[in-house]
């Protein structure tokens, strides 16, 4: 499976874990479904820990600078970004 | 001599992005009439030129910037393909602003919504195919396919939602100092926040006025530290005040009345969290050094005060949506916290009970819920909470109970109307009230 596509299955999953319903990609991640920049920051770690345990392994790391600017990204925002920020080597 | 690939780059660039950067607020899916063809085999499946081209304007992408591919498979697919089959077209290429390279990336991802089965109305290939593996083959290859029932297509939620205020101002004005830590960009948290408030009434029959001003305004200081994982350590200084007044007529039976106080101090949050696969748990922690400068009885009380919130999303702390079918009906957050308040008076004041007065410690906490619902129109917010804190030392326990709803009036929340309603002994001044409060609300 891509990284991208871990990444975006990933998310849809945790969000329908925590959101249970229909998904809205539409939705931003505050005025939407309604995280603030803690539960944000949570559900990113969700994140962060169900792709490391991926086959192969991803990597994400964050911090609260990238929780705090993703409360306005829509589900596929949030998902480049996520993206962009994994890797697949381990981070040094 | 112009080539005519070049040519079409640039009638593809002003068709795709003739204000480059300025992306259109676009659903997305869209309606399935605008991405969706008819295919050979009889089916309907996602048009990836189509597809392609409403994302570049839902996220704009200066097509100018895109160098001649390398790849011999790019050179044959129209502009908008190209754009989102090349995961490396900003590598190293001065062209690409910062603006492009996250619009691509959001638009290659829009691809991968609909290829790992997130988006309602469309069925995925499978397995499923990376976004430039299914952009660089034909419509049949991978095929993504358009769902219907009875005939109809299956629309995709298309709403699009109003982001949050973008101000960066540190200041904050609330109600309550327990909800200093809660930052503007948490629309929903913010929306439950208390408000300051400003009501005057004038009472006819029980000839008497009544004055309330309440309210805190604060400053947030980030230190900096603990940034990893989403995790903050902030320093919010502030001063609230507390005034309601009772004014009488001569021919009025009521008691006049007047209960002023001032706390001035500062709160370090911190929130921690503790990873736990798909249920990880945050810890808040509010420590909170303050003086109480009470002028009903010219009291002064030094105090420290310890909060703490557990948050374990969609379950503590956190909001439950709660729908009939795809109606959202409304959204509930069970509140509670941990406190423990120790108090030395600096000033025992006058009056009758002033050398009765103990310094004291105070362990408890709080319960309670909010609610917010758009189903009325105006969102509207409900919050109930007790706070109980029993007496380890001193004498006087706490008990107080808070409800209120709220009607907000503009799309950041700033402004609302409310009713309020308060009983019990207050935890600041350990003094008893029972106050209606009908108003203008206001918080930042």
């Known amino acids: 499976m891509s990284k991208m596509i871990a990444v975006a299955s990933t998310i849809g999953g ?19 479904y309604n995280y603030n920049v803690d539960t944000l920051s949570l559900f990113l770690t969700a994140i962060s820990s169900i792709l490391a345990t991926c086959t192969p392994p991803y990597y994400f790391t964050f911090d609260s600078t990238f929780a705090q600017s993703q409360l306005a990204s829509s589900v596929p925002v949030l998902i480049g970004a996520v993206d962009a920020k994994t890797s697949v080597t381990p981070p040094s | 001599m112009v ?75 129209d502009p908008g393909r190209r754009v989102l089959a090349d995961p490396r077209i900003c590598v190293d290429n001065a062209k690409c602003s910062k603006s492009d390279a996250a619009n691509q990336q959001s638009a290659r991802a829009s691809v991968a919504t609909l290829l790992a089965g997130l988006a309602v109305g469309y069925a995925p290939p499978t397995p499923p195919v990376s976004p430039d593996v299914y952009i660089l083959g034909a419509n049949e290859e991978n095929a993504v396919e358009c769902l219907q029932t009875s005939g109809k297509p299956i629309e995709a939620p298309g709403a699009l939602f109003t982001a949050p205020d973008k101000s960066k101002s540190a200041f904050r004005i609330r109600g309550k100092i327990d909800d200093l830590f809660v930052d503007r960009a948490q629309v929903k948290a913010f929306e439950a926040t208390s408000q300051a408030v400003l009501s005057i009434g004038e009472d006819e029959t029980a000839k008497k006025r009544s004055e309330t001003l309440q309210g805190v305004v604060a400053y947030r200081v980030d230190t900096g530290l603990l940034k990893e994982n989403g995790q903050r350590l902030e320093l919010i200084p502030y001063v609230q005040a507390s005034r309601n007044v009772v004014k009488t007529r001569p021919e009025s039976t009521a008691k006049p009345s007047a209960s002023k106080a001032f706390n001035v101090g500062a709160m370090a949050s911190a929130f921690i969290v503790v990873p736990n696969q798909s249920d990880p748990f945050g810890h808040v922690v509010n420590l909170r050094p303050n003086v109480l400068v009470d002028d009903f009885d010219d009291s002064r009380i030094l105090s420290l005060n310890l909060q ?45 009970k002033a050398e009765e007065r103990r310094n004291f410690i105070r362990a408890g906490g709080q319960i309670g819920f909010a609610l917010l619902s758009d189903i009325l129109g105006p969102p509207m917010t409900l919050t109930s909470t007790y706070t109980r804190l029993q007496a380890l030392s001193g004498d006087k326990d706490v008990g107080y109970f808070s409800t209120g709803l709220s009607f907000t009036l503009d799309p950041y929340k700033y402004f609302s109307v409310l009713a309020n309603y308060s009983n019990g002994t207050r935890q600041d001044t350990a003094r008893r009230e029972q106050l209606w409060t009908v108003g203008l609300g206001v918080r930042f």
């Open chain 2, 3 to 77: 080539r005519p690939r070049m040519i079409g780059l640039l009638v593809a660039a002003l068709v795709l992005a003739s204000s480059p950067g300025k992306s259109q607020d676009l659903p997305f899916p869209p309606a399935q009439a605008k991405i969706c063809v008819a295919s050979a085999g009889g089916r309907t499946i996602v048009d990836k030129k189509q597809v392609a081209e409403y994302l570049l304007l839902k996220y704009a992408f200066n097509i100018v910037a895109a160098p001649e591919p390398t790849d011999p498979r790019l050179k044959n697919l």
């Open chain 2, 308 to 352: 703490y919130v557990p948050i374990r999303n969609a379950v503590v702390n956190d909001f439950i949506l709660f729908r009939s079918g795809d109606t959202e009906l409304f959204w509930f957050k069970p509140v509670l916290d941990f406190r423990l308040d120790t108090g030395h008076y600096l000033d025992k004041g006058n009056g009758p």
């Open chain 1, 14 to 32: 945790q969000l329908r874990h925590e959101r249970p319903g229909p998904l809205d990609l539409n939705k931003t991640m505050s005025a939407g």
